[in-house]
């Protein structure tokens, strides 16, 4: 258990639907990342987050949306949704988000079905 | 832009015998961090094992170790004696040290299997 936590588990819904996920970060970590597994576009880096403040953007969607709160917690937004947009969501955690980060730390991830 | 290559698909190895994957990555910076991650059927990302490019010692995790070829921007996973619960996806994974917002850039993976 990584201590990174992120709700739901799975997730089945239907084209141009909206929904969020939800990542808890470790206990103390700051930084939370969000990072997109599927068949077609292997592993990819979304969004980073920063103490609340957005740090870097990869190749994320301009329907999807993220934002991390004062607790800390972050959702990512995935509105319109497509077919293309079933994958297995990642949240991770890192204590400051800086280059002496040494480890991400991942969640169980969201498996998101798109019908 | 940062690049990871794993050419293997799939590896197979009998039980207590010895597999190298193989990664390689293109990169114009000098100062940055690779890793090995295993990511087995329940879908968690596993760190296995950390390079940190300014060392030139090879990292070790007991099983586990790399051969680090800076110059060649070589990284390859070896892995002795191994077990069945080793069977899973492994991927390499690259982490500038000095920009780059700190984000994981991504190999394809290599689906490893063991067999008895």
């Known amino acids: 258990d990584s201590g990174v936590t992120q709700t739901p588990k799975h997730l089945i819904t239907a084209t141009g639907q909206r929904v969020t996920l939800r990542c808890s970060p470790r206990?103390?970590?700051?930084?939370v990342y969000w990072y997109q597994q599927s068949l077609d576009q292997g592993l990819q880096f979304l969004i980073h987050y920063y103490n609340g403040e957005e740090r870097a953007k990869g190749n994320i969607l301009e329907r999807f949306s993220a934002q991390q709160f004062p607790d800390l917690h972050s959702e990512l937004n995935l509105s319109s949704l497509e077919l293309g947009d079933s994958a297995l969501y990642f949240c991770?955690?890192?204590?400051?988000?800086?280059?002496?980060?040494?480890?991400?730390?991942f969640g169980p991830g969201t498996r998101l079905t798109v019908l | 832009a940062q690049t990871v290559t794993q050419s293997q698909p799939e590896m197979s190895v009998q039980e207590a015998e010895t597999v190298t994957l193989s990664c390689t990555y293109d990169?114009?910076?000098?100062?940055?961090?690779l890793f090995w991650y295993k990511q087995p059927p329940s879908r968690q990302m596993i760190l296995v094992i950390r390079?940190?490019?300014?060392?030139?010692q090879n990292a070790t995790e007991n099983r586990f170790s790399v051969n680090f070829q800076k110059a060649a921007k070589s990284f390859s996973l070896k892995i002795s004696d191994s077990q069945l619960g080793d069977a899973a996806m492994y991927f390499c994974a690259y982490r500038s040290a000095t920009g780059g917002g700190n984000k994981l850039t991504f190999g394809t993976g290599t689906q490893l299997k063991v067999e008895l």
């Open positions: 990169t114009s910076e000098s100062d940055y961090y």
């Open positions: 390079q940190e490019a300014y060392k030139q």
């Open positions: 991770a955690s890192s204590p400051r988000g800086l280059a002496g980060d040494h480890e991400q730390f």
């Open positions: 206990s103390g970590d700051l930084s």
